[in-house]
């Protein structure tokens, strides 16, 4: 089947999917993180070199640049094999002439003009989306049409979940973890650094459901009578008391749950009911809810049938020592181990050797957030405050008896989750003398954006290199927060 062309429909459906496309908010540090790397004067110049080579807008290379190498310059652009070699996998063998190692600059070149990019003139929003999707393959608009492809749509509400795994073999179930040409595309634009004309939003079709959306096995209630009551702004759980509790075990009961009684008291008999309701209810994405008997945005949103704006917190300062230290560790991001599993890698070794000598080969999470630090403090020209130490529970004890910390134990960001703030160094005790830690780069609700040291996508507090990840919850951070400011 020949590829589809850029007709006058296929430009409507990218139109409409951007003018649509809205960031997911637990996403927007990362994508704001590759959109400043990208535009890194150093990373920018070489796009810019390749745009005046063949004519591909730096801005569209380096948005390849991230979607196959994860910006990474020793990559081929086709791939991201290593440029000491041609290509191993799909496509394989480029570039066909030269010999390694080669010039990342000529790989590029060599990747771009095998996709004809250097022949393509429509830079519009649908033309880049289309050359995106072309770039990647039509497997998805082919073989899965039901699924947005997260080449593109990543990160932002136009995708969800479904994607290849390997070479020919598809996931339902399987979500992107990187982040989407367009939603990149997306924020360029919203930030200034690219001027493109941008598709109006189209009208919605339908009407927005209100009514909670709850199994039939639960018995779909009617929309509450008078006006939801708008999120609190925090989690409302057990032993808590007021008019928010009040409300939750009304609008239970009103489903036919039974809270216990409607007397402003979260007991156990509450927790329970809500539990009940998680179970049976899904949130706005259509994915269930998590069954833990605490009422956060997406189980109010579920409860009252309300669209719940994520309440994000307020970034650090520009300028400041924690805006720095967040910008530095966004850096390192896709830093990875060499071999993997060996707690090792010219990187990793830079990190354990920046607490002391004879780290190397260690857990090595609390080095790089040491690191993290003394390059910040040095580009500010001020004093690094954090615990010179490669030991995760040592660092936390260090920072009890340190001046001008701030210290947000587990019990108490439970109580007041709007204490932990990005900056903060998350620690998590994972039994014995053993821990892990990690930035917070962004919270949302109760869920934290953050960047770890020595983990992986699942999350491990030994694994393979420097990860974004957006599935913490701030009831899991079993020991506690920390700002080093």
């Not at 973890?177 to 595309?185: K, T």
């Not at 156990?268 to 899904?282: C, D, H, N, P, Y």
Request: a negative charge.
């Amino acid at each position: 089947m020949p590829p589809p062309r850029l007709s006058r429909d296929l430009t409507q459906e990218y139109e409409t999917l951007f003018a649509r496309a809205a960031t997911r908010p637990e996403h927007q540090f990362e994508i704001d993180a590759v959109v400043t790397r990208i535009f890194d004067p150093h990373n920018l110049a070489q796009y810019q070199q390749v745009e005046a080579r063949i004519g591909v807008p730096a801005y569209v290379v380096g948005i390849i640049h991230s979607l196959e190498a994860s910006l990474s310059f020793s990559t081929h652009l086709h791939n991201g094999d290593p440029l000491t070699a041609r290509t191993i996998h799909v496509p394989v063998g480029r570039p066909p002439t030269g010999n390694p190692p080669f010039q990342w600059f000529d790989s590029a070149i060599d990747a771009l003009t095998m996709h004809d990019l250097d022949k393509w003139s429509n830079w519009t929003i649908s033309g880049i989306a289309y050359v995106l999707d072309r770039y990647n393959g039509f497997g998805y608009r082919l073989n899965h049409p039901q699924v947005k492809s997260p080449y593109l749509w990543s990160f932002t509400t136009i995708y969800t979940a479904g994607r290849y795994i390997a070479d020919g073999v598809f996931s339902d179930a399987s979500v992107s973890r990187q982040c989407g040409g367009m939603a990149l595309l997306k924020r360029m634009i919203e930030q200034g650094k690219v001027s493109l004309a941008v598709p109006a939003t189209p009208p919605d079709s339908g009407e927005v459901e209100q009514a909670p959306k709850i199994s039939p096995e639960g018995g779909a209630a009617a929309p509450p009578s008078t006006p939801p009551p708008p999120y609190p702004g925090h989690v409302v759980q057990i032993d808590m008391t007021g008019p928010d509790v009040t409300n939750i075990q009304a609008r239970l009961l009103a489903l036919g749950i039974n809270p216990g009684g409607v007397d402003g008291v979260f007991g156990e008999q509450t927790q329970s009911a809500v539990k009940l309701f998680q179970a049976r209810s899904v949130d706005g994405t259509g994915a269930p809810l998590e069954i833990d008997g605490i009422v956060g945005q997406k189980t109010w949103a579920a409860l009252f049938g309300v669209v719940v704006p994520p309440i994000r917190t307020t970034p650090p300062p520009v300028g400041s020592l924690l805006a720095e230290v967040l910008r530095v560790v966004a850096g390192e991001v896709g830093v990875m181990e060499v071999p993997p599993g060996s707690n090792r890698g010219p990187r990793v070794d830079e990190y354990l050797n920046s607490v002391g000598p004879g780290l190397r080969g260690q857990p090595w999470c609390m080095a790089f957030i040491y690191w993290c630090f003394v390059q910040a403090s040095q580009g500010l020209g001020v004093s690094n405050p954090a615990p010179r130490t490669a030991g995760v529970k040592q660092s936390w004890r260090t920072a009890q008896s340190m001046v001008g910390v701030t210290i947000v134990p587990h019990a108490k960001a439970m109580v007041d989750p709007a204490l932990v703030t990005p900056g903060m160094v998350f620690y998590i005790d994972t039994g014995g003398v053993h821990g892990h830690a990690g930035f917070v780069a962004d919270v949302i609700g109760g869920t934290l954006v953050t960047i770890e040291g020595n983990t992986n996508e699942g999350g491990s507090s030994n694994g393979i290199g420097v990860f974004h990840r957006s599935q913490r919850k701030i009831k899991e951070i079993s020991i506690g927060f920390i700002s080093f400011v």
